[in-house]
């Protein structure tokens, strides 16, 4: 019995190594709306009728705090674990300085609902909303001053790369670029109608944006020329988050997107989730999370992408490993190597012949390589995986035991 016990013990816990995206506790059914992470254990959510929750421990646990209204609380964004601003409906604007324990109004000078807010230290920051609102301060909001932005359209997404540059995205493909710390606004060209909801810069020169129909916009010259991307979807994106030039994350209406080479190729998460999800956030390369509709909150500790490089050193020939482990229930690892650059392409079949999922299709750089296959949604039986990269292919077969 023992070593039965052992033995189940084991593959749980393989299994919950190898899992992309594991779903975390909050507690509530609330619309979770913003999510703001000032290192990998310390963040806080907001969301509808006033929702604020808190964690020190990474997600471990959610803890609600008191925010002492009902308005619904569209983005949050803390410097440190002390300093936070929270927006929301009719103007509001809520301030904490002592990690969430007391919150203080702020005065907005608007009613227009706020949706977007981002700072890049503790004393200057800046706001986007409804009908083209946008406030700036330079002293934590003690003071907050409107600006034109020159546009009537919401204003959903703003970013403040430093002291000066700063970019708003919003509805009828808005693309907007300060270059005077939000003071002066400059209308930049999308070729999109669609709304744009969220927008991402590494540095000053390379960006990306996210909107409906799976749109999402690349600019490698500060907003000079936006280019558009592939995503392979056409459902909508409400958030975007980049941690390097090359390596991003989208999220949106039951999708997580997750690119390593610049945008080029996305490659859809394995979620057990078909609602919407609004933001996204990337506390270092690997751990982040992730909210939207009825209380939900996912987290990766791995970056989130199912294609993880396990050795840089070239191998001397193509492989496919058997996966571990196997039986699984409901994760398995499949490890391949590649010792050419080229398309890689990994799926999953029925006994039948039937395609079940593609895992990988991009181009990778020789290596070795592993996946984290999650079947949550397979009934159980056997299943066939099948490794393509050049001239070599390779079938194995996994059996998934529930």
Known sequence: MKIVFLFILIIFNISQIFCQWIQQTSNTNETLLGVSFVNSQTGFITGTSGKILHTTNSGVTWNTQASNTTKFLRDV?????????????????????????NWTNQISNTIE????????????????????????????????????????????????????????VGFSGTIIKSTDGGVNWSQQTSGLTSELRSVSFVNSGTGFIAGYGGKILKTTNSGGSWSLLNSGIVSNLFGIYFTSENTGTAVGAGKILKTIDGGNNWVSQNI????????????????????????????????????????????ASYSLSQNYPNPFNPVTNLEFAISKPGIVSLKVYDTLGNEIETLVNTHLVPGTYSYSFDASALTSGIFFYKFMSGEFSETKSMILLK
Request: aromatic share 8%; charged share 10%.
């Open 77 to 101: 964004c803390f410097t440190d674990p002390l300093n936070g601003t929270i927006v929301g409906e009719s103007g509001l604007i809520m301030k904490t300085v002592n990690g969430g324990l």
């Open 113 to 168: 609902h706020l949706v977007h807010v981002h700072f890049i230290n503790s004393g200057t920051g800046i706001i986007s909303g409804q009908n083209g609102v946008i406030l700036t301060t330079t002293n934590g909001g003690t003071n907050w001053i409107p600006r034109n932005s020159n546009v009537t359209a919401e204003l959903a997404g703003i970013i403040m790369i430093n002291s000066a540059e700063a970019y708003a």
């Open 272 to 315: 057990s989730f078909t609602g919407d999800l609004y933001s996204v956030v990337f506390a270092n390369s690997s751990t982040g999370w992730t909210v939207g509709q009825t209380g939900k909150i996912f987290y990766t500790d791995n970056g989130g992408v199912g294609i993880n490089s396990i050795y840089d050193e070239i191998p």
